[in-house]
């Protein structure tokens, strides 16, 4: 990732937040609101094949990348991704609109969509009018639900009820298949929309349509059906009881048996789908309720989702918007988190008039010390003593002990009791600052970066699951209804991204869970920041695709010699029956060294056939319809070939690697379905496409100076993965190597299609156990977890907040969409925002993450996931509310792309700047103190800390020897991991844990779990009479001392005593003791919400090995580090130059 201004070492943390990302993320300033447009949108058929216009905004005081030093960007990419794309394009230039000659309707009627691309499209005639429903018509059906993981019951059950006949949100006529078994539900059908009416839908829409995404098997666009304003292709409909598994609709489209000016015939009466979730439902899966005929197909996954539409945010010129009525208009009581407080002055924005969020007044108290800090905050959030504590002025120079006994709580958001009830769990969605600063200038006086860090799709123990004909959403911004949104009455609310009012669908009204109506405040939806949606056919290009693995595997001299074959073949056996999907799973395998070789699996055969194709250079695939096979039907034969690999290739004497045409076919093979690929890789590729040269120089590995070929060396990986994604193929990459194995390049297939990498180090099946045992735990979480296929994802925030750049594993499809091919609950993504307008007329921001999936089970589902934070205007409060972990890791990804796109040096320094600016911004503005010592806030103690740490990982550490290939997966993991696991890898736990009592131990289940307190990370800590644990999140050390009690070796290690502890032990045996049984509880609770399991490692005083545990100790000087206090010295003497 290219981040501008890191080439000054004094440059600021303000002067590295503006950034085009490695990933493609690069993305122009997106604001969701009225009559924001977005930019830099382009035309599938030339995205990629043409630089993107120059949209972005110059920010002063930004410095450009040195010269020479090209930014790493998907942009980058030349290739034409849509190969197949062809035709004019529909969309308008960027900032241009189209308007509709049909006649203009009051604001208040019945809304179509807007064009995501800034079209205006025509509102139904004054004619057309709906059948309403009455409220004894809807009766709902009630089927408890699982979340969708093995974790526990949801919150609510999944709920579905009927739709009211032809009226929705958008005035849709819509239709449901009627689940299996299932009577259809009886209501009333308005009459079907004659042809005349058909067409004045069609007016003043572009003539030119949508070219088709390849692979998706869109029909030929010879019709256009309009409805909600936007022109595409007749639906394909679709039931996955209709068809054969893996039939040829997913290749090509169905037949178009009608002519471009015939009408299509209505659908069949609306039925209900009721059912539990798609994950775990008996039988195969019940239709979930899809749209009718008047529902067009999108053509990109941009409209998909919904971006902004921004053309419908204020009635057209001449046209009067209809009044609101005072607030409270005709409404009972409301949820004290929808109660409107009067605006505290007037605003002419009609968008955002006067609004003042439910529950709160504007922050304009000033903060002059800390004696007012109480009077001050009480009055806003009831929790005074908590910030007063995070500005209390901390002397870091004298106060050494400032890590808390236990790991600190992300900090709670100064919200009301009702807004923090139903606001989103930091696990999910974390800002680095908990109070928004109203404007950039203020913001940059903070010298503190804004950003966002997810988890979106992590494993949830309680997870409402709605099923719902209407997916209630603004009409203006395409914001999901949220807590956060206030209600003015029953029939109208207001979105609390880009304040504008919407109409309260009448299907809405009805309360599944309470099972009344006219309250749709208590809607699951809006007593919720995370629910899931099961989507309708709105959200699809084409039917939802089955789960797909391939497995492509080296089985080179050196894989076989690894032994790693046997420990994948076994594992895949054992977890055979858990693999994600239902009986429409298939499963294929590509085994490469010198040649590429395929297993013919189909069923009927004896035993499976392998075809070899020895021409790497135009590889082919051999046949088409049995090498990816039905897992259920073929099970017996996967079984064989299972048995049969380790075997196949004991005596092979090829040393070659064909990776590159061995992905090549891989990705022809999978390219009619999309799916995951799972490449497992022992040494460097040799041969063919993508052949690599070793980059890496040993004698280099502990310089000081600039580390070289952090980046790829061809662009070969990423122009695949690129392809990949287009064909919703995910890449993940396990690399199994003792040599060098260039990562760097390798990394790349996985990165952009939104996969994942993992790397084993010197894996030997037999000399390495402890990485045997991970690479086993690690494969059984991999193939058994819940997985999400042809993925996007969107976030949205308050009008006035941007995103510019995003981190992660993904591509970014337009400014603000990324896609993922295949989306899985153990990565972490982070964004960076600015803020391009004051927020002093609100005193709340929101954020807003929706992912758009295909679960296993085939269903698409919508997770939405909502964030409100309080805006201030106040520095010292921007100080309060800072989080130091999520800064931290917002940090470390953007140095790792600057160590990409310039240096190593350069990313270093600006670390360290980002600490000294910090602290001076403080000292200057934020505390009346005098200027002696180190002075911090205490929410921001332990942040120098924390950089300090970061200096000293792998990815970022200069002076100690550091294998390329390690340095590169720490740096992918810093960008592809949730932040709880980044924080145990930068700033490990330690424990003491020989002299454990019950004394504040946690009873929970019948078991009793020590508490022991967090320990410095320094050498001072440890005793030789002790025994110490450090979490360093993958992986555990348990160092013993020499003179450790012989009690604790012998009744937790099985040893009698220290001299006869064995030097490579790597786990703690089950003794029947109690120093065992509270030994392994406390261990368990450590790991039990961790979904890969680390490598475990006893080290002994005196063992060779101890260097790899006393390398974490981070507050320790080296040869080539400062110590915590060194570094505190330096920081202050930076800050008084």
């Given at each position: 990732?290219s981040?501008?201004g890191y080439a000054?070492?004094?440059s600021?943390?303000n002067?590295?937040?503006?950034?085009s990302?490695?990933?493609?993320?690069?993305?122009a300033?997106?604001?969701?609101?009225?009559?924001?447009?977005?930019?830099?949108?382009?035309?599938?058929?030339?995205?990629?094949?043409?630089?993107?216009?120059?949209?972005?905004?110059?920010?002063a005081g930004?410095?450009?990348?040195?010269?020479?030093k090209?930014?790493?960007?998907?942009?980058?990419?030349?290739?034409?991704?849509?190969q197949k794309?062809s035709?004019?394009?529909?969309?308008?230039?960027?900032?241009?609109?189209?308007?509709?000659?049909a006649?203009?309707?009051?604001?208040q009627?019945?809304?179509p969509?807007?064009?995501?691309?800034?079209?205006?499209?025509?509102?139904?005639?004054?004619?057309q009018t709906?059948?309403?429903?009455?409220?004894?018509?809807l009766?709902?059906?009630?089927?408890?639900?699982?979340?969708g993981?093995?974790?526990?019951?949801?919150?609510?059950?999944?709920?579905?009820?009927?739709?009211?006949?032809?009226?929705?949100?958008?005035?849709?006529?819509?239709?449901?298949?009627t689940?299996a078994?299932?009577?259809?539900?009886?209501?009333?059908?308005?009459p079907?929309?004659?042809?005349?009416?058909?067409q004045?839908?069609?007016?003043?829409i572009?003539?030119?349509?949508?070219?088709s995404?390849p692979?998706y098997g869109?029909?030929?666009?010879?019709?256009?059906?309009?409805?909600?304003?936007?022109?595409?292709?007749v639906?394909?409909?679709?039931?996955?009881?209709?068809h054969?598994?893996?039939?040829?609709h997913?290749?090509?489209?169905?037949?178009n048996?009608?002519?471009?000016?015939?009408?299509?015939?209505?659908s069949?009466?609306?039925?209900?789908?009721?059912?539990?979730?798609?994950?775990?439902?008996?039988g195969g899966?019940?239709?979930?309720?899809t749209t009718?005929?008047?529902?067009?197909?999108p053509?990109?996954?941009?409209?998909l989702e919904?971006?902004?539409?921004?053309?419908?945010?204020?009635?057209?010129a001449?046209?009067?918007?209809?009044?609101?009525?005072?607030?409270?208009?005709?409404y009972?009581?409301?949820?004290?988190?929808?109660?409107?407080n009067?605006?505290?002055?007037?605003?002419p924005?009609?968008?955002?008039?006067?609004?003042?969020?439910?529950?709160y007044?504007?922050?304009?108290?000033?903060?002059?010390?800390l004696?007012?800090l109480?009077s001050a905050?009480?009055g806003?959030?009831?929790?005074?003593?908590?910030e007063?504590?995070?500005?209390?002025?901390?002397?870091l120079?004298?106060e050494?002990?400032?890590?808390?006994?236990?790991?600190?709580?992300?900090?709670?958001?100064?919200l009301?009791n009702?807004l923090?009830k139903?606001?989103?769990?930091p696990?999910t969605?974390?800002?680095?600052?908990?109070n928004?600063?109203?404007?950039?200038?203020?913001?940059n006086k903070?010298?503190?970066p804004?950003?966002?860090?997810?988890?979106p799709?992590r494993?949830?123990?309680?997870l409402?699951?709605?099923?719902?004909n209407?997916?209630?959403?603004?009409?203006?911004?395409?914001?999901?209804?949220n807590?956060?949104?206030?209600?003015?009455?029953?029939r109208?609310?207001?979105?609390?991204?880009?304040?504008?009012?919407?109409?309260?669908?009448?299907?809405?009204?009805?309360?599944?869970?309470t099972?009344?109506?006219?309250?749709?405040?208590?809607?699951?939806?809006?007593?919720n920041?995370?629910?899931?949606?099961?989507?309708?056919?709105?959200?699809?290009?084409?039917p939802?695709?089955?789960?797909?693995?391939?497995?492509?595997?080296?089985?080179?001299?050196?894989a076989?010699?690894?032994?790693?074959?046997?420990?994948?073949?076994?594992s895949?056996?054992?977890?055979?029956?858990k693999?994600?999907?239902?009986?429409r799973?298939?499963?294929g395998?590509?085994t490469?060294?010198?040649?590429?070789?395929?297993?013919?699996?189909?069923e009927?055969?004896s035993?499976?056939?392998?075809?070899v194709?020895s021409?790497?250079?135009?590889v082919?695939?051999?046949?088409?319809?049995?090498?990816?096979v039905?897992?259920?039907?073929?099970?017996e034969?996967?079984?064989?070939?299972?048995?049969?690999l380790?075997?196949?290739?004991t005596?092979?004497?090829?040393?070659?690697s064909?990776?590159?045409?061995?992905?090549?076919?891989?990705?022809?093979?999978?390219?009619?379905t999309?799916?995951?690929?799972?490449?497992?890789?022992?040494?460097?590729?040799?041969?063919?496409?993508?052949?690599?040269?070793?980059?890496?120089?040993?004698?280099?590995?502990?310089?000081?100076?600039?580390v070289?070929?952090?980046?790829?060396?061809?662009?070969?990986?990423?122009?695949?993965?690129?392809?990949?994604?287009?064909q919703q193929?995910?890449?993940?990459?396990f690399?199994?190597?003792?040599?060098?194995?260039?990562?760097a390049?390798?990394?790349?297939?996985?990165?952009?299609?939104?996969?994942?990498?993992?790397y084993?180090p010197?894996?030997?099946h037999?000399h390495?156990?402890?990485?045997t045992?991970?690479?086993?735990k690690?494969?059984?979480?991999?193939?058994?977890?819940?997985?999400?296929?042809?993925?996007?994802?969107?976030?949205?925030?308050t009008?006035?907040?941007?995103?510019?750049?995003?981190?992660?594993?993904?591509?970014?499809r337009?400014?603000d969409?990324?896609?993922?091919?295949?989306v899985n609950?153990?990565s972490?993504?982070?964004?960076q925002?600015?803020?391009?307008?004051?927020?002093?007329?609100?005193?709340?921001?929101?954020?807003?993450?929706?992912?758009?999936?295909?679960?296993?089970?085939?269903?698409?589902r919508?997770?939405?996931?909502?964030l409100?934070?309080?805006?201030v205007s106040?520095?010292?409060?921007?100080f309060a509310?800072?989080d130091s972990q999520?800064?931290?890791?917002?940090?470390?990804?953007?140095?790792?792309?600057?160590?990409i796109?310039?240096?190593?040096?350069?990313?270093r320094?600006?670390?360290?700047?980002?600490?000294?600016d910090?602290?001076?911004?403080?000292?200057?503005?934020?505390s009346?103190?005098?200027?002696?010592?180190?002075?911090?806030?205490?929410?921001?103690?332990l942040?120098?800390?924390?950089?300090?740490?970061?200096?000293?990982?792998?990815?970022?550490?200069?002076?100690?020897?550091?294998?390329?290939?390690?340095?590169v997966?720490?740096?992918?993991?810093l960008?592809?991991?949730p932040?709880?696991?980044?924080?145990?890898m930068?700033?490990?736990?330690?424990?003491?844990?020989d002299?454990?009592?019950?004394?504040?131990a946690?009873?929970?289940?019948?078991s009793v779990?020590p508490?022991?307190?967090?320990?410095?990370?320094?050498?001072?800590?440890?005793?030789?009479?002790?025994?110490f644990?450090?979490?360093?999140?993958?992986?555990?050390?348990?160092?013993?001392?020499k003179?450790c009690?012989?009690?604790?070796?012998?009744d937790?290690?099985?040893?009698?005593?220290?001299?006869?502890?064995?030097?490579?032990?790597?786990?703690?045996?089950?003794?029947?003791?109690?120093?065992s049984?509270?030994t392994?509880?406390?261990?368990?609770?450590?790991?039990?919400?961790?979904?890969f399991?680390?490598a475990?490692?006893?080290?002994?005083?005196?063992?060779?090995t101890?260097?790899?545990?006393?390398?974490?100790?981070?507050?320790?000087?080296?040869?080539?580090?400062?110590?915590?206090?060194?570094?505190l010295?330096?920081i202050?003497q930076?800050?008084?130059?």
């Open positions: 990732m981040t501008q000054n070492p004094s600021s943390v002067n590295y937040s503006m950034s990302s490695q990933n493609g993320g690069g993305a300033p997106c604001q969701n609101g009225p009559g924001q447009m977005y930019p830099a949108m382009y035309p599938a058929s030339s995205y990629y094949s043409s630089a993107p216009p120059a949209a972005y905004p110059t920010v930004h410095s450009a990348p040195p010269a020479g090209i930014p790493v960007s998907s942009s980058g990419y030349s290739g034409n991704y849509y794309s035709g004019p394009s529909p969309y308008p230039a960027p900032g241009t609109h189209q308007y509709s000659n006649p203009v309707q009051p604001f009627q019945t809304a969509y807007a064009g995501y691309y800034g079209q205006v499209y025509s509102h139904p005639s004054q004619g709906q059948t309403q429903p009455q409220p004894q018509q009766q709902p059906s009630l089927v408890p639900a699982s979340s993981s093995n974790l526990g019951a949801p919150l609510y059950p999944i709920v579905s009820y009927p739709a009211a006949p032809g009226s929705s949100q958008y005035g849709t006529l819509r239709s449901s298949q689940t078994g299932q009577p259809p539900v009886s209501t009333v059908m308005p079907p929309p004659t042809q005349s009416s058909l004045q839908y069609s007016q003043g572009g003539a030119n349509p949508t070219p995404h692979g869109a029909p030929p666009l010879s019709q256009t059906a309009t409805v909600n304003g936007q022109s595409n292709a639906q394909q409909h679709y039931d996955p009881n209709l054969n598994p893996m039939s040829h997913y290749a090509t489209g169905p037949p048996s009608q002519g471009p000016d015939k009408e299509r015939p209505p069949g009466t609306p039925g209900t789908s009721v059912h539990s979730s798609p994950q775990h439902h008996p899966d019940s239709s979930s309720t009718g005929s008047a529902s067009p197909v053509n990109s996954y941009e409209s919904g971006g902004g539409y921004s053309d419908l945010a204020a009635p057209p001449g046209v009067p918007a209809k009044q609101a009525p005072p607030f409270g208009y005709n009972p009581t409301v949820h004290p988190a929808y109660q409107q009067p605006a505290p002055k007037p605003d924005s009609p968008s955002h008039g006067g609004y003042n969020p439910p529950g007044q504007p922050y304009s108290q000033p903060f002059p010390s004696s007012e109480s905050l009480g806003l959030g009831g929790v005074s003593e908590q007063a504590e995070t500005l209390r002025p901390v002397n120079l004298q050494r002990n400032i890590l808390p006994p236990k790991r600190a709580p992300p900090p709670e958001p100064n009301s009702d923090r139903v606001n989103c769990s696990d969605f974390r800002c680095t600052l908990t928004i600063p109203q404007t950039q200038a203020l913001l903070a010298r503190l804004l950003g966002l860090l997810l988890h799709f494993d949830l123990t309680q409402p699951v709605i099923t719902s209407t997916i209630v959403r603004c009409r203006s911004c395409r914001t999901y209804i807590p956060f949104v206030s209600f003015l009455d029953q109208r609310w207001k979105c609390n991204l880009c304040y504008r009012v919407n109409d309260v669908p009448d299907e809405f009204m009805y309360n599944p869970v099972r009344s109506y006219g309250e749709p405040h208590k809607r699951p939806e809006v007593q920041s995370t629910v899931e949606f099961i989507a309708s056919s709105d959200y699809m290009l084409r939802p695709q089955p789960a797909v693995y391939l497995f492509l595997l080296d089985v080179s001299h050196n076989v010699e690894s032994g790693y074959l046997n420990v994948f073949c076994q895949l056996l054992d977890n055979l029956e693999l994600p999907g239902d009986t799973t298939h499963i395998f590509v490469f060294d010198s040649t590429v070789h395929f297993y013919n699996l189909q009927g055969l035993q499976p056939q392998m075809l194709v021409d790497i250079d135009d082919f695939i051999p046949t088409h319809d049995s090498l990816l039905n897992l259920k039907e073929s099970k034969l996967v079984k064989d070939l299972l048995n049969a380790p075997g196949m290739f005596h092979t004497r090829e040393t070659q064909a990776l590159g045409p061995a992905l090549q076919a891989a990705y022809k093979l999978m390219s009619p999309g799916g995951r690929v799972s490449v497992f890789q022992t040494q460097l590729p040799t041969l063919g496409a993508g052949h690599l040269q070793s980059r890496e120089d040993p004698n280099l590995r502990s310089s000081t100076k600039n070289l070929h952090l980046g790829p060396a061809t662009d070969f990986y990423k122009k695949l993965a690129l392809d990949c994604s287009g193929i995910g890449v993940d990459l690399l199994l190597s003792s040599q060098y194995s260039d990562l390049s390798l990394a790349c297939v996985s990165k952009y299609s939104a996969g994942s990498v993992f084993y010197s894996f030997h037999v390495n156990p402890a990485q045992q991970k690479f086993q690690d494969l059984q979480r991999y193939l058994t977890r819940k997985i999400g296929f042809e993925a996007v994802m969107r976030i949205r925030c009008k006035g907040l941007s995103i510019h750049t995003f981190h992660g594993n993904f591509f970014v337009s400014t969409l990324l896609s993922l091919a295949n609950p153990d972490g993504f982070a964004v925002m600015s803020i391009e307008e004051s927020l002093a007329d609100t005193s709340l921001a929101c954020f807003q993450a929706a992912l758009l999936y295909t679960s296993s089970k085939g269903k698409r919508i997770r939405v996931h909502t409100c934070l309080p805006v106040q520095l010292s409060e921007v509310g800072a999520a800064i931290s890791c917002l940090l470390a990804n953007m140095a790792i792309d600057r160590s796109s310039s240096s190593l040096s350069d990313a320094d600006a670390l360290v700047n980002a600490v000294v910090c602290l001076t911004a403080y000292r200057a503005n934020g009346n103190i005098q200027p002696s010592g180190l002075i911090a806030p205490a929410a921001l103690r942040f120098p800390l924390y950089v300090l740490a970061l200096l000293k990982q792998k990815a970022l550490r200069t002076g100690t020897s550091t294998r390329l290939d390690e340095r997966f720490s740096m992918c993991e960008k592809s991991q932040l709880q696991q980044i924080m145990r930068v700033h490990p736990d330690l424990y003491r844990i002299n454990m009592t019950e004394q504040a946690l009873h929970l289940n019948d779990i508490q022991p307190p967090l320990l410095q990370l320094t050498a001072e800590k440890l005793t030789r009479e002790g025994a644990l450090l979490d360093c999140g993958s992986v555990m050390y348990l160092w013993v001392g003179g009690n012989e009690t604790f070796i012998r937790v290690l099985g040893f009698q005593n220290y001299a006869s502890l064995p030097s490579n032990m790597t786990e703690i045996p089950e003794l029947q003791t109690t120093y049984e509270r392994r509880a406390f261990i368990s609770w450590l790991l039990e919400s961790r979904t399991l680390p475990f490692h006893v080290v002994k005083d005196d063992a060779s101890k260097t790899s545990f006393f390398q974490h100790l981070v507050e320790d000087r080296t040869e080539s580090a400062f110590s915590y206090y060194e570094f010295l330096h202050q930076q800050m008084s130059k």
